[in-house]
């Protein structure tokens, strides 16, 4: 069993509250959840109105199956233009480590 981990760092486009972040973040974790059954939530920054961190964690048998994953998350990501993707860190575990 391998454990993939991928760690976003997003800037937020024109973003005045923790309000109007609250309306940008939630559908980007609820479209990651629902594409790819990942588990997926707002993990850093949270205090902050223009910057987040969102935390992507996947269960899978093959190491090369969660970085297929994982590289599908960073491109959704990456793709929607009201964020810009400052920085991605994957990382992938297996019941050795």
Partial sequence: M??????LD???GDVRSL???RSVVRPIVAEL???FAV???ETGEQDVYRRTEIGVAV???TAAH???LLDRCERLVAARPEVELLSARHRIF???E
């Fill in 2 to 7: 391998y454990v993939g981990a991928l760690t």
């Fill in 10 to 12: 997003l800037l937020l």
């Fill in 19 to 21: 309000k109007e972040k």
């Fill in 33 to 35: 959840h629902r594409k």
């Fill in 39 to 41: 588990s997926v939530a």
């Fill in 59 to 61: 269960a899978a048998s």
């Fill in 66 to 68: 969660c970085k297929e």
């Fill in 94 to 96: 297996n019941d050795e």
